[in-house]
């Protein structure tokens, strides 16, 4: 079983619509988790960090976090052309030293 | 500019030959990694360093060698590159542990023939 999975995709959405991803980890002693964005041939680029369970808010972006049941997503209001990329999911696993493990990313196309 | 400098960007070579993929970050990031990346298999990690003197082991490590003398540069060592070693190669670095999320270098393409 992987350590992190996310839906690869594609996911389409009609620009100013919401975009829903998700991930899912396997192990409970995970402590942090990431959003990444990959646009097409450059590095990630990490746009949302939470640690604690709920909701973090930041501009369009919003993560949610609940540790019970082992997901993770995120939300993107308001989506525009730009959005469209890979988007990378990451948990830091504490039983595992300091490594880090990144789904396989899921591609978003927002539509204009 | 904060930034994560990776060199080369792209590179052909050939099997056997010994090649550094060097990274350098102006952070003052304790946390530095190497990863890779390949189709279906997303980000993979080769090793880390929590500090200077000090590295271990990620996922993937096999055939790839890594040295932390200076707390700015990491470079990623392959001592007899092989085919299978082909892939899009990323440093990374933070803070502390690395519990608030990388800095990404631009990547380094390697191909191997």
């Known amino acids: 079983q992987k350590e992190v999975e996310q839906n690869s995709g594609p996911l389409s959405v009609p620009e100013g619509a919401i975009a829903s991803l998700n991930c899912t980890y396997s192990?409970?002693?995970?402590?942090?988790f990431f959003w990444y964005r990959q646009y097409s041939g450059k590095s990630p680029e990490l746009i949302m960090s939470i640690y604690s369970n709920g909701d973090k808010e930041d501009g369009r972006f919003t993560a949610q976090l609940n540790k019970a049941s082992q997901y993770v997503s995120l939300l993107i209001r308001d989506s525009q052309p730009s959005d469209s990329a890979t988007y990378l999911c990451a948990v830091n696993i504490a039983n595992t030293g300091n490594q880090f493990y990144f789904g396989t990313g899921t591609s978003l196309t927002v539509i204009p | 500019e904060a930034q994560v400098t990776q060199n080369p960007r792209y590179l052909i070579t050939v099997t056997g030959k010994k090649l550094t993929v060097t990274c350098s970050q102006n952070m003052n990031h304790e946390y530095m990694s190497w990863y890779r990346q390949d189709p279906g298999l997303g980000l993979r990690q080769i090793y880390y360093s929590m500090n200077v003197e000090v590295t271990d082991k990620g996922d993937v490590p096999e055939g790839y060698k890594v040295s932390r003398k200076e707390k700015r540069n990491f470079p990623l060592i392959l001592e007899s590159p092989s085919p299978n070693q082909t892939s899009l190669y990323f440093c990374a670095s933070s803070f502390g542990t690395g519990s608030r999320g990388y800095t990404f270098g631009s990547g380094t393409r390697l191909t191997v023939v």
């Open positions: 192990d409970r002693g995970s402590q942090s």
